[in-house]
């Protein structure tokens, strides 16, 4: 079993920069790929990006290409989320999870409790 930890998330302006971090526990971290999702209420969970076990693959959601960067540290167990330009639309609680490399929420097995990203105009 794998646990997961955001933090990082709070009020931006728009325009600015905000950097999630996903903590996870125990020694098999490099094991799995790590996606990043998010939500808002009464809408599904939304694919944002994933990095693959040894970080040479990597996917994004067109709607942040160009303005989001993930990467992991494997030797301390922590991902990333870079995010810059942020928009009023990219408001909504953000999730790591821990599984198979893939866009689809259904892929990954283990998730963190999500941290609240509002950006403001």
């Known amino acids: 079993q794998v646990q997961l930890v955001e933090s990082g998330g709070g009020l931006v302006q728009a325009g600015g920069s905000q950097r999630l971090s996903c903590a996870a526990s125990g020694r098999t971290f490099s094991s799995y790929a790590i996606g990043w999702f998010r939500q808002v209420p009464g809408k599904g969970r939304e694919?944002?990006?994933?990095?693959?076990?040894?970080?040479?693959?990597?996917?994004?959601?067109?709607?942040?290409?160009?303005?989001?960067?993930i990467s992991r540290d494997n030797a301390k167990n922590t991902v990333f989320l870079q995010m810059n330009s942020l928009k009023p639309e990219d408001t909504a609680v953000y999730y790591c999870a821990a599984g198979g490399l893939s866009t689809s929420w259904?892929?990954?097995?283990?998730?963190?409790?999500?941290?609240?990203?509002?950006?403001?105009?």
């Open 47 to 69: 694919f944002v990006a994933t990095i693959s076990r040894s970080a040479v693959d990597t996917y994004y959601a067109d709607s942040v290409k160009g303005r989001f960067t």
């Open 106 to 121: 259904a892929a990954y097995h283990y998730w963190g409790q999500g941290t609240q990203v509002t950006v403001s105009s």
